[in-house]
């Protein structure tokens, strides 16, 4: 009988979370308003919580998702009416309906994911909305707690939070250390990597933080790894920025951001032979060149002509050294100043590729691709991210 009972539950969820795909956002207000009085679901009430429940997997093995639901749904109240809808994956959308508001609606969540904790074992992370009386309004309030659940990386499984714990949350500017960086990788001391990425992502990331901090830090390491790819001629592989931070994306705590990154540069270490990492004087001179002047016009020619040297045969040894012809690395210069200028300031993007030396905005476009596997606006966006 239970089991037919949870089959119907199932089924029921399974029907109405199709018939809720206003959640996207696409809807105007008007459509919103008559879409919701034809599922016969009243637009204005009293006091209603959206939550979004996302339940850590390896937790999930004995149970089906429709029990975490019927748990749920029956341990509510006679003034309480909680409707739950399955998102798909792990993830669950609680929308709880009250006579009034209540005092704090994180604790009347934070009880539900006590009781499932304790009785069914079940382990899950929830973002609280704010108190809403419109219903044509939860598209956007679904995407207010959709992402809040950025902070399952810092407070982690077992965690409630709502929208005035983000509002608490502190900014602290960390420092990556590019050059320390470099020096480990080219020293290949896997050991050294290890405690320097402990530091930066374990250490230095406080309960209290705002997921900004942590962004940052993922992106910057990021560009790193793109940029010793990109000096020290790597092949690709197929690698490209975004397969990095895909992987990310996916993490559910900051210790497997860090062993993604640790995997990431121990295979970087492997493929990088210092010992052909010498360079002449005078390409040394030019390298050093470029990057005090690399807003200027600059060309092999030019720079042949002022160190008295035949401009092919200058192009070949700087390219025998560096792994790359001398207009490429001028342009990997370029890029490297307009990435740190996308993410962090708020200059238009012609006036950046101005500023480090493009005449052309379009093609300040196409190289910085080439370079990052995305373009100047999509690595900007990624920051928001």
């Known amino acids: 009988m239970e089991k037919m009972v949870l089959a119907e539950a199932e089924k029921r969820i399974l029907q ?13 207000k008007e459509e919103r308003y008559q879409y919701l009085k034809e599922i016969d679901v009243k637009t204005e009430v009293k006091a209603a919580y959206a939550a979004l429940m996302r339940i850590q997997i390896s937790t999930l093995e004995r149970h089906r998702i429709t029990e975490v639901i019927h748990f749920a749904l029956t341990r509510n109240n006679t003034k309480e009416k909680l409707q739950i809808y399955y998102l798909g994956s792990s993830h669950l959308l609680l929308l709880l309906y009250l006579p009034k508001q209540l005092l704090s609606s994180k604790e009347w969540f934070s009880n539900l994911q006590h009781d499932l904790k304790v009785q069914m074992g079940i382990c899950s992370f929830i973002t609280v909305s704010n108190c809403f009386t419109d219903l044509t309004e ?16 810092i407070d982690g499984y077992g965690s409630c939070i709502d929208e005035t714990d983000i509002l608490n949350r502190t900014y602290t500017n960390i420092i990556v250390n590019k050059e320390e960086l470099v020096y480990f990788v080219l020293q290949k001391d896997i050991s050294a990597i290890n405690q320097y990425l402990e530091e930066l992502l374990i250490n230095n990331i406080q309960k209290s933080a705002s997921i900004g901090v942590i962004c940052e830090i993922i992106i910057r390491l990021a560009l790193i790894l793109e940029e010793i790819r990109l000096e020290y001629n790597l092949p690709e592989k197929g690698r490209q920025l975004f397969d990095t931070v895909e992987k990310i994306h996916k993490a559910e705590n900051v210790d497997l951001i860090k062993t993604i990154f640790l995997s990431e540069i121990t295979e970087l270490v492997s493929r990088i032979d210092t010992e052909n990492i010498q360079y002449s004087p005078v390409v040394r001179q030019i390298a050093a060149e470029v990057k005090n002047d690399y807003q200027n016009n600059m060309n092999l020619k030019t720079l042949a002509s002022k160190y008295h040297m035949n401009t092919s045969y200058l192009g ?16 990997n210069v370029r890029n490297d100043v307009a990435k740190n200028l996308l993410l962090t300031t708020n200059m238009r993007i012609s006036d950046i590729a101005h500023k480090v ?29």
Do not use: D
């Not at 939860?138 to 990386?153: A, F, G, V």
């Not at 030396?357 to 928001?384: A, C, D, I």
């Open 138 to 153: 939860l598209p956007e309030i679904y995407q207010t707690i959709e992402k809040m659940q950025r902070y399952l990386l």
């Open 357 to 385: 030396g493009y005449s052309n905005t379009s093609y300040f476009y196409r190289k910085f691709k080439q370079s990052y596997g995305v373009s100047p606006m999509e690595l900007r966006n990624t920051k928001n991210y």
């Open 316 to 331: 070949q040894i700087f390219q025998k050294e560096i792994g790359c012809p001398f207009s490429q690395y001028l342009n």
């Open 16 to 28: 109405e979370f199709e018939n809720f795909k206003f959640l996207n956002g696409e809807m105007k």
